[in-house]
């Protein structure tokens, strides 16, 4: 299901809430960075990752780079942090539970 403009506004209305679940050194996009954040997405749907102010590469470019790597969806990137949402149909929650980010 392709996400919507409300979706997605809703989704970066979140971010502020968020802290970077995971940080980009000065390596870059490792295999280890790639599976940690594939980690988060899997327990999380929604991830903010920072990139470090000497990583190689620009958030933006990083941020479709993980993207596509990792099947999720770039909601936002300001300045170094980027944030990625993937859906998991797996995390099951009750009527009126928070989402899985905020717990």
């Known amino acids: 299901?392709?996400?919507t403009g409300q979706m997605r506004?809703?989704?970066r209305a979140e971010c502020n809430r968020l802290t970077a679940a995971?940080?980009?050194?000065?390596?870059?996009?490792?295999p280890a960075v790639l599976q940690s954040i594939?980690?988060?997405l899997r327990?999380?749907?929604?991830v903010k990752v920072a990139l470090n102010r000497t990583a190689n590469v620009s958030a933006k470019?990083?941020?479709?780079?993980l993207a596509d790597a990792l099947g999720a969806e770039v909601i936002q990137t300001i300045g170094k942090t980027a944030t990625l949402?993937?859906?998991?149909?797996?995390?099951k929650g009750k009527k009126g539970d928070p989402p899985p980010w905020r717990r």
């Open 1 to 3: 299901m392709p996400m």
């Open 9 to 11: 506004a809703s989704l």
């Open 22 to 30: 995971v940080h980009v050194g000065k390596d870059g996009l490792t």
């Open 38 to 40: 594939d980690d988060a």
């Open 43 to 46: 327990t999380r749907e929604l």
């Open 61 to 65: 470019a990083a941020a479709h780079d």
């Open 85 to 91: 949402y993937r859906h998991n149909p797996e995390i």
